[in-house]
Every structure is written in structure tokens, then in C-alpha cells.
Nanobody, 116 residues
Framework: QVQLVESGGGLVQAGGSLTLSCAAS????????MGWYRQAPGKQRELVAS???????NYVDSVKGRFTISRDNAKNTVYLQMNSLKPEDTAVYYC??????????WGQGTQVTVSS
């Protein structure tokens, strides 16, 4: 079993920055990838950024150049540095962990609100 604990959400003005953290605990061996998804009211959940165990990263086009995903393997933690935030980045952000050989896991979600 894996537990994901997110932190770092909050309210920020447009143009500001936030850093989200997600710490994984429990059975964290054989992690294929970790990532961040977001869901805005009335919209589907979408992948924001992911990082594989070989450090290959992937970003949705709307955040490229503004967000950076990174991981600390020793701490089983993934980070999302969000710069130049826009009101359209407002959403609940969810941490995701994909093991190689079992089902994926989700965090509880953290609210990010960007005011104009």
C-alpha cells in the first residue's frame, strides 16, 4: 500500500509562484512515474506534468516554460514548481504515483487558486 501526502497549495496572485510537494510512503519500490494532475470545476482531470524513473519529464502544453517537475528519490518526494501562475491554473492538484506492477495511487488533492 502507498500513501501520498500533498502540501503547498494556496492562494496566490496572478504572476506569482507556488511549489507543490508530494511525499510517498509505504510500499514505494518499483515506481515507474510520479506526476501531478489537476481538475478545475466542471472540467475533466488532466495531466499537468510527470517524471519517470529515468527522469524523462512530460508537460501539458499550457504549462510548458512555467512549471517544473522534479523528484527526490531519497525522500520519495515529487515537487511541482509553478511560476508565472495564471487564473486558468486554478484547480485542485492531485499527486499521482504509477508503480511498474500494480495499480496507480492518488493523493487527496490540494487547492491552488490564482486570483487576477
Amino acid at each position: 500500500q502507498v500513501q501520498l501526502v500533498e502540501s503547498g497549495g494556496g492562494l496566490v496572485q496572478a504572476g506569482g509562484s507556488l511549489t507543490l510537494s508530494c511525499a510517498a510512503s509505504g510500499s514505494t519500490l518499483s515506481i515507474f512515474a510520479m506526476g501531478w494532475y489537476r481538475q478545475a470545476p466542471g472540467k475533466q482531470r488532466e495531466l499537468v506534468a510527470s517524471i519517470r524513473d529515468d527522469d524523462v519529464t512530460n508537460y501539458v502544453d499550457s504549462v510548458k516554460g512555467r512549471f517544473t517537475i522534479s523528484r527526490d528519490n531519497a525522500k520519495n518526494t515529487v515537487y511541482l514548481q509553478m511560476n508565472s501562475l495564471k487564473p486558468e491554473d486554478t484547480a485542485v492538484y492531485y499527486c499521482n504515483l504509477k508503480p511498474y506492477t500494480s495499480r496507480e495511487y492518488w493523493g487527496q488533492g490540494t487547492q491552488v487558486t490564482v486570483s487576477s
